[in-house]
């Protein structure tokens, strides 16, 4: 049987269509999937670092009430646990009457600064007959730093200070008079007396 001249032009106009169809409609599946997909996307529009907060190492170490490398220990605290040649060093002679020692005395040849052993708030200051002027700082886990007989004062009650903050400068007070330029300093936590060399140096949060 034999074609007519006009079936094979038609045949390939069919076919032509055809692939015409399915890339159109493949094309716009295509698209169709791709804006979808972008719909779902949730944009960033700000620098993610440059909204970020670093974190920062807390230091909360107790520190020394002075930075001069200069500053020596004159007189201890009175510790019952020492022998009797620290014991000797640790007690104060005033107005005829031995007396155990409830702080630390640092001395140093020139007059040197006063600074918070670590972060707190000024609750006092005052000034005694016998200590001299005299700053009370409280800290965390209820401990409270006191720093007396100062010739100045830097801070006010009420303040917030943190870690080496500058509180004033040594001094002199009638009780230890003989030592000269010094600092008398105390330590207390839940209202008791303790040894400072037992806290000075540690974590606040391990005491």
Same mark, same amino acid.
Do not use: W
């Given at each position: 049987?034999?074609?007519?001249?006009?079936?094979?032009?038609?045949?390939? !106009?069919?076919?032509?269509?055809?692939?015409v169809v399915g890339?159109?409609? &493949?094309?716009?599946?295509?698209?169709?999937?791709?804006?979808?997909?972008?719909?779902?996307?949730?944009?960033?529009?700000?620098?993610?670092?440059?909204?970020?907060?670093?974190?920062?190492?807390?230091?909360?170490?107790?520190?020394?009430?002075?930075?001069?490398?200069?500053?020596?220990i004159a007189r201890?605290?009175?510790?019952?646990?020492?022998?009797?040649?620290?014991?000797?060093?640790?007690?104060?002679?005033?107005?005829?009457?031995?007396?155990?020692?409830?702080?630390?005395?640092?001395?140093?040849d020139n007059e040197?600064?006063?600074?918070?052993?670590?972060?707190?708030?000024?609750?006092?200051?005052?000034?005694?007959?016998?200590?001299?002027?005299?700053?009370?700082?409280?800290?965390?886990?209820?401990?409270?730093?006191?720093?007396?007989?100062?010739?100045?004062?830097?801070?006010?009650?009420?303040? !917030?200070?943190?870690?080496?903050?500058?509180?004033?400068?040594?001094? &002199?007070?009638?009780?230890?008079?003989?030592?000269?330029?010094?600092?008398?300093?105390?330590?207390?936590?839940?209202?008791?007396?303790?040894?400072?060399?037992?806290?000075?140096?540690?974590?606040?949060?391990?005491?």
């Open positions: 049987m034999k074609l007519k001249p006009f079936v094979f032009p038609l045949i390939y !106009s069919l076919v032509i269509c055809l692939l890339l159109y409609f &493949t094309s716009n599946f295509i698209k169709d999937s791709a804006t979808k997909s972008l719909d779902d996307v949730t944009y960033v529009s700000q620098v993610v670092l440059g909204n970020v907060i670093p974190v920062m190492d807390v230091d909360t170490t107790i520190g020394n009430p002075y930075l001069d490398e200069n500053v020596k201890y605290y009175y510790n019952l646990e020492d022998d009797v040649e620290r014991q000797k060093e640790s007690i104060i002679f005033y107005n005829d009457t031995y007396m155990p020692n409830t702080g630390i005395d640092y001395v140093c040197f600064e006063i600074v918070s052993i670590i972060d707190g708030t000024v609750i006092d200051i005052k000034e005694d007959e016998l200590l001299g002027k005299i700053v009370e700082i409280r800290h965390e886990n209820e401990f409270v730093s006191s720093y007396a007989g100062l010739s100045t004062i830097n801070v006010s009650k009420g303040e !917030s200070v943190t870690k080496d903050t500058k509180i004033g400068m040594s001094g &002199t007070n009638k009780v230890n008079e003989a030592l000269g330029n010094h600092l008398h300093f105390e330590i207390y936590q839940r209202g008791v007396n303790v040894d400072p060399l037992k806290v000075l140096g540690k974590k606040i949060g391990d005491l």
